[in-house]
């Protein structure tokens, strides 16, 4: 997955004490990278004390930490490891970097659809909303969550109206709050939805996401909309 790029030259000595800040906030995620399911005695380091440690360089800082929290998703995708410390890795990235906005949306997809944590996934959508009030991609992201993962289409149509009004928010966010208000049927759009998503973004990850759930809605629809196991 591409990572955010910034064009700021560092002093060298300057990049490795922040390289040497970030580092130590992933040391320990590492050394569990390959003992898998693993969920207690969990630490990373706060925001605050990586906003101390970067001398000031919180977006540099926030770069590689998100470049480590790629590694570690594509490592579960390998099957190398569970998602213990995928949510703390998102929000130490976002207290660095509160206006970097592809870590709010992709986290809380993880969290609510490979984790099924759906609060904590909105939850982390609104710390974006919280920091960044006038984007129209974080309140879109919690309609869509609130359509294709929980049913609710009223909560959905809510969202998708907001995100409507949002500085360059494009037609999609009408055209969706509109369908979602006149009650489409549920799988047929949220098919709609993913296939938006995965020939919208840009993100590897992102994609093979939106692919991945796609499959799945469609196996449902194959048979007629039966209730099913899998978690869509």
Same mark, same amino acid.
């Given at each position: 997955? =591409?990572?955010?790029?910034?064009?700021? &030259?560092?002093?060298?000595?300057?990049?490795?004490?922040?390289?040497?800040?970030? &580092?130590?906030?992933?040391?320990?995620?590492? @050394? #569990?990278?390959?003992?898998?399911?693993? /969920?207690?005695?969990? #630490?990373? =380091?706060?925001?605050?004390?990586? $906003?101390?440690?970067?001398?000031?360089?919180?977006?540099?800082?926030? %770069?590689?930490? *998100?470049?480590?929290?790629?590694? /570690?998703?594509?490592?579960?995708?390998?099957? %190398?490891?569970?998602?213990? #410390?995928?949510?703390?890795?998102?929000?130490?990235?976002?207290?660095? %970097? =509160?206006?970097?906005?592809?870590?709010?949306?992709?986290?809380?997809? &993880?969290?609510?659809? %490979?984790?099924?944590?759906?609060? @904590?996934?909105?939850? &982390?959508?609104? +710390?974006?909303?919280?920091?960044?009030?006038?984007? *129209? $991609?974080?309140?879109?992201?919690?309609?869509?969550? #609130?359509?294709?993962?929980?049913?609710?289409?009223?909560?959905?149509?809510?969202?998708?109206?907001?995100?409507?009004?949002?500085?360059?928010?494009?037609?999609?966010?009408?055209?969706?709050?509109?369908?979602?208000?006149?009650?489409?049927?549920?799988?047929?759009?949220?098919?709609?939805? *993913?296939?938006?998503?995965?020939?919208?973004?840009? $993100?590897?990850?992102? +994609? $093979?996401?939106?692919?991945?759930?796609?499959? +799945?809605? +469609?196996? @449902?629809?194959?048979?007629?909309?039966?209730?099913?196991?899998?978690?869509?």
């Amino acid at each position: 997955m =591409p990572v955010k790029a910034r064009r700021i &030259v560092l002093p060298a000595v300057v990049f490795v004490v922040v390289l040497a800040g970030a &580092v130590a906030a992933t040391v320990h995620v590492k @050394r #569990y990278t390959y003992r898998p399911y693993l /969920y207690d005695n969990l #630490y990373l =380091p706060s925001g605050k004390f990586m $906003e101390q440690v970067s001398l000031g360089y919180n977006q540099i800082t926030a %770069d590689i930490i *998100w470049s480590q929290a790629v590694q /570690y998703y594509g490592g579960y995708r390998k099957g %190398d490891h569970d998602l213990a #410390y995928f949510e703390g890795l998102i929000h130490l990235v976002t207290d660095l %970097d =509160p206006h970097f906005i592809f870590p709010y949306r992709f986290g809380a997809l &993880v969290l609510s659809q %490979d984790m099924e944590a759906f609060d @904590r996934g909105i939850a &982390v959508l609104r +710390k974006g909303m919280h920091h960044n009030p006038t984007n *129209w $991609e974080l309140p879109f992201a919690i309609g869509f969550l #609130y359509f294709v993962d929980v049913g609710n289409p009223d909560m959905a149509a809510r969202y998708f109206d907001l995100a409507s009004r949002m500085p360059g928010a494009p037609d999609l966010a009408r055209r969706f709050a509109a369908f979602v208000y006149l009650r489409a049927g549920h799988n047929e759009m949220s098919i709609r939805m *993913w296939e938006v998503l995965r020939e919208t973004t840009d $993100e590897p990850y992102m +994609k $093979e996401l939106a692919e991945r759930y796609l499959e +799945k809605l +469609k196996r @449902r629809s194959a048979r007629g909309g039966e209730a099913s196991d899998e978690r869509i």
